[in-house]
């Protein structure tokens, strides 16, 4: 099978989340890591390519110029994958796009939800493909609480609970004014919102891929601790889920205790499903009046769609890289098939169209702050 051409911008030595995308991308031998632009330091990103065993004639100064040259080369890149803070994403995207190059981008998609739905127009303008990293979604019994989900395994849905807490602000920042604070807080960086956009948009599409229901209203409480910080860091979401259906979504930097804690717990009128990051290759299954069955990834009684994303034999646990993985794998699939004109059939990826809700979610919860609290239609 041909293996798709890409290249980098960000992600260079000492990034954590661009190790993360080079390791995920490669992880099923369908990418080639080709060209970068790694740092705003053309000598840092030298140091990366080296370290890589990349082409230097192929390590570019900026961004533009790595379109530009990639995109007239006939061995020129297939995708690129943008792995730099919310602010630049934009900018990048619609660069290499305007170029014809595919895209995938980290989450979230932009600074602004105007940002986003002009990626939107781009995108379906210029016939791209485009990718949005949502890694945890990219467990495979994830996409098994799909297909029973579709199947009726648990009726009508009522009511969904999903969280993502996480320690790490309030751990790593002092209750007081004074050191010079990360990128990660400087709205100007990340857009108006910092837990909500950080940690409430990956609950976001965990609800999305789990369930395939999509937020129509928010009722949303955004407070912050330490109360210096110029944006919030715990956000409590009341979600309108149509026809009926209710949802309750938290997202937390100040959750003393939860490391990284992604979770959902779906009610359906004939049973439950819930799914726990801390045993992420278990999916539980409770049919009502039933017990509890625990169904895990890997074993035959799952669905293809599940199993199509295990690399390994089932109960041998495969964690966040391989999840990540999973998208590009999804990714890399359907960029091949759009490449050789077929059809990619049963994958799945959170795509410009999830990325763009991702934005609405995050400017409706502000919204709903700053009019004292009420609802706001997405």
Not at 98 to 109: A, M, N
């Amino acid at each position: 099978m041909e293996r798709l051409k890409y290249g980098m911008v960000g992600g260079g030595l000492g990034s954590y989340i661009g190790d993360v995308h080079r390791h995920a991308a490669q992880m099923d031998d369908l990418t080639e890591l080709c060209a970068g632009c790694f740092s705003r330091s053309y000598e840092t990103s030298l140091r990366t390519a080296d370290a890589w065993g990349l082409d230097a004639s192929r390590i570019y100064r900026d961004y533009k110029e790595m379109a530009d040259k990639e995109a007239e080369r006939e061995d020129g890149i297939d995708f690129v994958s943008i792995t730099t803070p919310n602010v630049s994403h934009y900018e990048i995207a619609r660069y290499f796009m305007e170029r014809g190059i595919h895209v995938v981008c980290d989450k979230p998609l932009t600074l602004t939800l105007e940002q986003a739905v002009e990626l939107e127009k781009i995108v379906e303008e210029n016939d791209i493909l485009f990718g949005v990293t949502y890694g945890y979604t990219g467990y495979p019994v994830i996409r098994q609480a799909r297909e029973m989900i579709r199947s009726g395994a648990i009726g009508d849905i009522v009511h969904v609970r999903v969280q993502h807490p996480e320690d790490w602000v309030i751990e790593s920042v002092s209750p007081e004014p004074g050191d010079e604070l990360p990128w990660r807080f400087h709205p100007e960086m990340v857009g108006e919102a910092l837990c909500t956009g950080d940690l409430g948009t990956h609950a976001e599409q965990l609800l999305v891929q789990f369930t395939g229901l999509h937020i129509h209203r928010v009722l949303a409480m955004l407070d912050t601790y330490p109360s210096y910080l110029p944006l919030e860091t715990n956000t409590s979401v009341f979600m309108d889920l149509g026809e009926g259906r209710t949802g309750v979504l938290w997202a937390s930097q100040i959750a003393i205790g939860k490391i990284c804690s992604p979770a959902i717990y779906v009610i359906g009128t004939d049973g439950s499903l819930e799914w726990d990051h801390t045993q992420p290759d278990v999916l539980r299954y409770t049919k009502k009046g039933g017990p509890t069955q625990l169904l895990e990834a890997g074993k035959e009684y799952m669905s293809p769609q599940s199993n199509r994303l295990n690399r390994v034999s089932a109960g041998h646990h495969e964690g966040f890289y391989e999840a990540f993985g999973n998208i590009y794998r999804s990714y890399a699939q359907v960029l091949l098939a759009k490449k050789e004109g077929r059809e990619a059939d049963g994958y799945t990826f959170p795509d410009i169209h999830d990325g763009v809700d991702g934005m609405r979610f995050v400017h409706a919860c502000v919204e709903s702050q700053k009019k004292g609290n009420v609802w706001i239609t997405l």
